[in-house]
């Protein structure tokens, strides 16, 4: 987690048995709830992040879309 960045608190609906399992590592590795779900918070955000950088290279696209385009998403969509 980057310490320099402000933390939010927010609010989490997770299944039962998701959470009984991260209690469950978070009392293994002696840490609270909360500072396993950041850290898994922000390996999710590393994760959508580098997927979405923009390749460098000479190529053509299959569907004719642009980088630009591309990178011009959002990183996730709203559920549905």
């Not at 293994?28 to 850290?39: I, K, P, T, Y």
């Not at 000479?58 to 385009?69: L, N, Q």
């Amino acid at each position: 987690m980057n310490q320099m960045s402000p933390i939010r608190r927010t609010t989490v609906a997770a299944s039962r048995d998701s959470l009984q399992t991260l209690e469950a590592e978070a009392r293994r590795r002696g840490v609270s709830l909360s500072v396993l779900m950041a850290e898994a918070i922000d390996e999710k955000a590393v994760s959508l992040r580098s997927a979405r950088r923009p390749r460098v290279g000479v190529a053509r696209s299959h569907d004719g879309r642009s980088a630009a385009e591309l990178t011009g998403e959002p990183v996730a969509r709203p559920p549905a």
